[in-house]
């Protein structure tokens, strides 16, 4: 007999590119985007022009809508595009009728609740979690994208049925978003479930893999997760135009086959990666890798074969751009960091799931924080984390652009 073949579900829109070869997703309703965003911000999408931003600039630069984030035509039904295919995803996957989702449009992991950030608007990857909450007492975050995924380590940060792992570039006063220092590890309930690889500038395969593989099998032996979603920004990979690292087609997709290996429910997401060659070819090869396909080299007629001049081949890297500053001792020590505080974790945390969690609730934390640590200390490292996380907030409420007491957003 033949390998049992799994079943996935890929979710792809005519009107991101003008070609439709996948499952149709529906669009997010109003009611399922506020499930993690303010209504006020959801609203500001769904009304404002780019006229009326550009006649009152300052006023809409408390929602992050500005340079990096502008409105444009189309732009809240292009949200609830990607946000409705990531949703319907989880919903395939709670309901057993996929065991794979794909949705390469999704994985905007820096939008906050009442904020957009970093080209992202809407976190269909909060969203997704959300959704597959309502049936997995505990759920895994994984991002692979060069950028930090804050707004996704942001929103579950305080408790412990989400686990946030992140592996990306970290150099806090050059490279956004600045974020995901190895010592933020979650506070109240989450802590210890906030899990930050940081990298040095032109990482390898061998090292990035060297750090992901161990770290993963111990997350998943200590937290033992009921469904994963992958965020596989295309940043982090050779030659990107925004990226810093020397990661190959082949290392980036060895990730992506360590995750399935694991055989859990998973909602794969998109994400960053600013040379679409490489972009297309990485989620070309990934998605065959997710359904178990082997696939030619040599790239077949189509209409955008000539940007693949003058290699037309599926696994072709860019040539490094980068010096490789991650030292042998220092990935060493980043991983047995890494390492050491999971295995302070208490084993997986328990939930009766008896009755599931109400539809798109966020879970709450506890008031008392585990281990008996003093407020006082906790509040200083919050504080800490906030000031570095929410900076563009607080220039706003410098600036008078923001009331810090406004409640109502």
């Known amino acids: 007999m033949g390998a049992r073949k799994n079943k996935i579900s890929y979710y792809y829109d005519p009107e991101y590119s003008g070609f439709y070869y996948g499952q149709h997703p529906r669009r997010a309703q109003y009611g399922e985007l506020c499930a993690f965003h303010s209504e006020e911000y959801i609203d500001v999408l769904r009304y404002t022009t780019p006229e009326q931003q550009a006649q009152d600039w300052n006023s809409f630069l408390k929602y992050g809508l500005e340079y990096d984030c502008p409105i444009w035509h189309g732009l809240f039904d292009f949200c609830r595009l990607y946000a409705g295919a ?9 309901h057993g009728h996929s065991e794979i989702s794909i949705n390469w449009a999704g994985g905007l992991h820096h939008a906050k609740k009442a904020e957009a950030s970093g080209f992202c608007y809407v976190n269909d990857c909060v969203l997704g979690i959300l959704e597959l909450l309502k049936h997995h007492a505990r759920v895994l ?9 804050d707004g996704v380590e942001e929103a579950f940060y305080t408790t412990d049925r989400v686990m946030c792992v992140s592996f990306h570039l970290h150099k806090p006063d050059t490279f956004f978003p600045g974020t995901g220092a190895l010592e933020d590890v979650g506070e109240y309930e ?41 965020q596989c920004g295309a940043d982090s990979l050779v030659g990107d135009r925004l990226g810093a690292l020397n990661l190959t087609l082949e290392g980036h ?8 290996s694991f055989g859990l429910p998973m909602l794969v997401l998109g994400g960053g990666g600013y040379t679409k060659t490489t972009v297309a070819r990485a989620w070309t ?12 080299d040599a790239l077949p007629p189509n209409m955008y074969l000539e940007y693949f001049s003058p290699e037309y081949r599926l696994n072709y890297n860019r040539r490094k751009q980068w010096d490789n500053f991650n030292k042998r001792t220092g990935v060493e020590r980043t991983k047995q960091a890494v390492l050491a505080n999971l295995s302070q974790l208490q084993g997986a945390p328990g939930l009766a799931m008896r009755e599931r969690p109400p539809d798109c609730l966020i879970p709450e934390s506890s008031p008392n924080p585990a281990g008996g640590e003093e407020e006082d200390v906790i509040h200083g490292r919050l504080t800490q984390y906030v000031k570095t996380h929410y900076k563009h907030q607080l220039w706003c409420v410098e600036q008078g652009l923001h009331d810090p007491y406004d409640v109502g957003r």
């Not at 997709?253 to 399935?260: L, S």
């Open 86 to 94: 990531s949703l319907e995803g989880a919903y395939q996957l709670n």
């Open 141 to 149: 975050y994984v991002d692979i994208d060069i950028h930090h995924g």
């Open 190 to 230: 989450g802590r210890g479930y906030s899990v930050n690889v940081p990298l040095d500038t032109g990482c390898t395969d061998e090292q990035y893999l060297g750090l992901f593989k161990p770290i993963m099998t111990k997350v998943m032996e200590v937290f033992q997760p009921g469904a994963v979603v992958l």
């Open 253 to 260: 997709a060895e990730a992506v086959r360590i995750m399935k």
């Open 285 to 296: 090869m990934e998605t065959a890798v997710l359904v178990g396909a082997k696939l030619e």
